[in-house]
């Protein structure tokens, strides 16, 4: 029946008296004269909480029910606990500011991890061991793979032989104790679901400011469209000074090309059958008709024929090219399937360039199927341009070839077979359309063109 107050240090000294204050702070605590605060409050005896000289609360005592005071042996067994008391409570206040501490660090780390989580380019974080450690979501993204799959896999078994190959070069070393950031530009990437990036890769060593090793940092930024967008232009600019100078070639060409074919013309006309020199003079006009058929490759890559663009139905102009050269392709074993959604916008351009345009590339797509194979053409919108994809099963394109197909006079066909024009007035055809080219190619596997248009010339 002992009537026992437990306070702690910090709750007495909320008195609003300043000498109270002072007393309940700093005492006197003797046993059994309390300062005129704790006699206030009813207590008669004092017993103060202490942990390694530092005071972390007191008991006080009243009287007794009866009104008597505690007997010396209630006092001695008291300031027994009074030591067990001053630890655990002295244990609490120890446990509350432990908790708060690692509240705040959980904060300070979700905070981290937000900013990571939320910036555009993929970061993956290395342990020394070149293990991954964490990454965000713009790495799942842009290596198509899952969180689940980088973290605890080592960098090696997912990135390229290649990348980790040019990291080592640069840093010099063998592990990933990277002294200095490495930096790696425009290098190709395949990812997971085998879709071909270009990316800025840097791994940066992160700062040893709590553990001596904490690792590096690896960036990924997804490059593809701005390479692609420089690739585009330097083209364009090649296009244009190329153009003017074969406009100037061509145009001088023409001329004595005509007389030469006429001339030609007129003497076989004149020659018997019998003669021996026909075979020759049919050989010459042979080749005048093929010396026309480049300048006039030339002339219109230089675009100085007339071009009037009105409302056109794609899928049509694409169907008509197709007629246009389905005996080439029946002759030829291959297989002719088209998938066009008849749901297109119209397409604003010029009919007969655009049929040049699909001509040149059915061509192409038969010339790389010698034996057979299949063409497929499929139409399609996204973002609001008109999509055509046009697909081959033949030889493909070696990738050293993909950044020069489009150069003017670039062919791999035997002389007298390709002029190497064909890609580079589609090119230029497509570019006036305000609409985009692109090729993906996998050597012996196929080709496939994607052409984008503009709905409207904007
Ligand atoms: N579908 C394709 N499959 C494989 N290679 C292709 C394909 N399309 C183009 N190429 C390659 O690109 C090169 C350039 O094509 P381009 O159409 O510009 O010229 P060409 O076909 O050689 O000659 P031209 O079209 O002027 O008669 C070709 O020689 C070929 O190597
Ligand atoms: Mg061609």
Same mark, same amino acid.
């Given at each position: 029946?002992?009537?026992?107050?437990?306070?702690r240090a910090q709750?007495l000294?909320t008195?609003?008296d300043?000498g109270?204050?002072?007393?309940?702070k @700093?005492?006197?605590?003797?046993?059994?004269?309390?300062?005129?605060?704790?006699?206030?409050?009813?207590?008669?005896?004092?017993?103060?909480?202490?942990?390694?000289?530092?005071?972390?609360?007191i008991?006080?005592?009243?009287?007794?029910?009866?009104?008597?005071?505690?007997?010396?042996?209630?006092?001695?067994?008291?300031?027994?606990l009074?030591g067990?008391?001053?630890?655990?409570?002295?244990?609490?206040?120890?446990?509350?500011?432990?908790?708060?501490?690692a509240?705040?660090?959980?904060r300070?780390?979700?905070?981290? /991890?937000?900013?990571?989580?939320?910036?555009?380019?993929?970061?993956?974080?290395?342990?020394?061991d070149?293990?991954?450690?964490?990454? @965000?979501?713009?790495?799942?993204?842009l290596?198509?793979?899952?969180?689940?799959?980088v973290?605890?896999?080592?960098?090696e078994?997912i990135?390229?032989?290649?990348?980790?190959?040019a990291?080592?070069?640069?840093?010099?070393?063998?592990?990933?104790?990277?002294?200095?950031p490495?930096?790696?530009?425009?290098?190709?990437?395949q990812?997971?679901?085998?879709?071909?990036l270009i990316?800025n890769?840097?791994?940066?060593?992160?700062?040893?400011a709590?553990m001596?090793?904490?690792?590096?940092?690896?960036?990924?930024e997804d490059?593809?469209? *701005?390479?692609?967008l420089?690739?585009?232009?330097l083209?364009?600019e090649?296009?244009?000074?190329?153009?003017?100078?074969?406009a100037g070639?061509?145009?001088?060409?023409?001329?004595?090309?005509?007389g030469i074919?006429s001339?030609?013309?007129?003497?076989l006309?004149?020659?018997? /059958?019998?003669?021996?020199?026909k075979?020759?003079?049919?050989?010459?006009?042979?080749q005048?008709?093929r010396?026309?058929?480049?300048?006039?490759g030339?002339?219109?890559?230089? *675009?100085?024929?007339?071009s009037?663009?009105?409302?056109?139905?794609?899928?049509h102009v694409?169907?008509?090219?197709?007629?246009?050269?389905s005996?080439?392709?029946?002759?030829?074993?291959?297989?002719?399937?088209?998938q066009l959604?008849?749901?297109?916008?119209?397409?604003?351009g @010029?009919?007969?360039?655009?049929?040049?345009?699909?001509?040149?590339l059915?061509?192409?797509?038969?010339?790389?199927?010698?034996?057979?194979?299949?063409?497929?053409?499929?139409?399609?919108?996204?973002?609001?341009?008109?999509?055509? /994809?046009i697909?081959?099963?033949?030889?493909?394109?070696?990738?050293? @070839?993909?950044?020069?197909?489009? /150069?003017p006079f670039?062919t791999?066909?035997?002389?007298?077979?390709?002029?190497?024009?064909?890609?580079?007035?589609?090119y230029?055809?497509?570019q006036e359309h305000?609409g985009?080219?692109?090729?993906?190619s996998?050597?012996?596997?196929?080709t496939?063109?994607?052409l984008?248009?503009?709905?409207?010339?904007?």
């Amino acid at each position: 029946q002992l009537e026992c107050i437990l306070y702690r240090a910090q709750d007495l000294t909320t008195d609003e008296d300043p000498g109270d204050l002072a007393e309940l702070k @700093n005492g006197p605590y003797s046993l059994h004269k309390p300062g005129p605060a704790l006699a206030r409050a009813g207590l008669s005896y004092v017993l103060e909480l202490k942990v390694h000289a530092k005071q972390v609360g007191i008991i006080g005592l009243g009287r007794l029910p009866d009104g008597w005071h505690f007997s010396t042996e209630d006092l001695q067994l008291l300031s027994a606990l009074a030591g067990y008391a001053a630890i655990a409570l002295d244990n609490a206040s120890l446990y509350r500011s432990v908790e708060s501490k690692a509240l705040e660090m959980a904060r300070l780390k979700a905070y981290a /991890d937000n900013i990571i989580e939320s910036i555009n380019v993929a970061v993956a974080v290395l342990d020394q061991d070149g293990c991954i450690t964490s990454c @965000n979501r713009a790495f799942e993204e842009l290596y198509d793979i899952s969180r689940a799959q980088v973290i605890g896999t080592r960098v090696e078994d997912i990135l390229p032989a290649s990348v980790i190959a040019a990291i080592r070069g640069i840093a010099g070393k063998k592990d990933w104790d990277i002294q200095s950031p490495v930096d790696i530009f425009k290098q190709h990437l395949q990812t997971r679901a085998a879709r071909k990036l270009i990316v800025n890769l840097s791994v940066i060593p992160l700062r040893p400011a709590i553990m001596p090793n904490p690792g590096s940092l690896m960036v990924l930024e997804d490059i593809t469209e *701005r390479v692609q967008l420089e690739d585009q232009l330097l083209q364009a600019e090649k296009l244009s000074a190329i153009g003017l100078l074969a406009a100037g070639i061509a145009h001088e060409v023409n001329t004595p090309i005509t007389g030469i074919s006429s001339y030609t013309q007129m003497l076989l006309k004149e020659t018997p /059958d019998s003669d021996k020199r026909k075979p020759i003079l049919q050989k010459i006009e042979k080749q005048t008709f093929r010396a026309a058929e480049i300048v006039n490759g030339l002339l219109n890559f230089s *675009r100085l024929t007339g071009s009037e663009f009105t409302e056109l139905d794609i899928n049509h102009v694409i169907k008509e090219s197709l007629s246009l050269l389905s005996h080439q392709f029946e002759s030829n074993h291959i297989k002719v399937e088209s998938q066009l959604d008849f749901s297109l916008p119209p397409v604003y351009g @010029n009919m007969g360039k655009l049929q040049q345009v699909f001509v040149n590339l059915f061509l192409n797509a038969r010339d790389a199927m010698p034996s057979g194979g299949e063409l497929i053409v499929q139409t399609g919108m996204e973002e609001s341009m008109v999509i055509i /994809d046009i697909s081959d099963t033949g030889v493909g394109i070696p990738q050293e @070839n993909l950044k020069k197909i489009f /150069d003017p006079f670039f062919t791999t066909k035997r002389p007298g077979k390709g002029t190497g024009l064909g890609l580079a007035v589609t090119y230029g055809i497509i570019q006036e359309h305000g609409g985009g080219i692109f090729v993906d190619s996998n050597s012996g596997k196929g080709t496939r063109f994607r052409l984008k248009l503009p709905t409207r010339l904007q």
